[in-house]
């Protein structure tokens, strides 16, 4: 049964061929076999990009905190509190805020008023601060500057 089941789904184009084909699904007794019917209907309209797999580091700052902890979990994506990279361009925002951007392709915006100075090919510390902020410094100093992730 599955076997004319794999023409149907994928000439399943309109809404009542995708209902004729979940109806076959619901009519097959096997628990895997109905379930693997489903996933097919699934699969082939919602398809997966390999290679989409973000990691901890791409992650890092990003301000949408629930879908991040999902993903993290899900993909079992290790949890860290800080990233240690080297500036690669330093520029000031129209309103004399520092934008900071890193070797690993991160763009980082200041949103306080401190004044301190990076250089291009300085080494600096990004880590999480309280209430889900982030504090950027370099890393041969401790002051710092409150940061937030641009891209």
């Known amino acids: ?27 097959i007794k096997d628990p895997t076999e109905r379930v693997a019917c489903y996933d097919e209907i699934v699969d082939s309209r919602y398809p997966v990009e390999p290679n989409a797999v ?5 992650l890092f700052g990003t301000s949408d905190a629930a879908a991040k902890r999902i993903v993290e979990t899900t993909l079992a994506i ?14 000031d925002s129209a309103n004399r805020k520092l934008i900071v951007t890193l070797d690993n392709g991160q763009v980082w915006r200041q949103l306080d008023n401190q004044t301190m100075r990076f250089k291009v090919g300085e ?21 710092s500057i409150r940061v937030k992730r641009e891209n």
């Open 54 to 58: 973000p990691d901890a580091q791409s």
């Open 78 to 91: 290790e949890q860290i509190s800080q990233i240690v990279a080297e500036v690669t361009d330093v520029r």
């Open 1 to 27: 049964m599955k076997k004319m089941l794999l023409p149907l789904l994928f000439l399943a184009q309109s809404a009542v061929a995708a209902e004729e084909a979940l109806t076959l699904c619901r009519q």
């Open 123 to 143: 080494t600096v510390v990004v880590r999480k601060a309280s209430l889900g902020s982030y504090l950027m410094e370099k890393q041969s100093g401790s002051r």
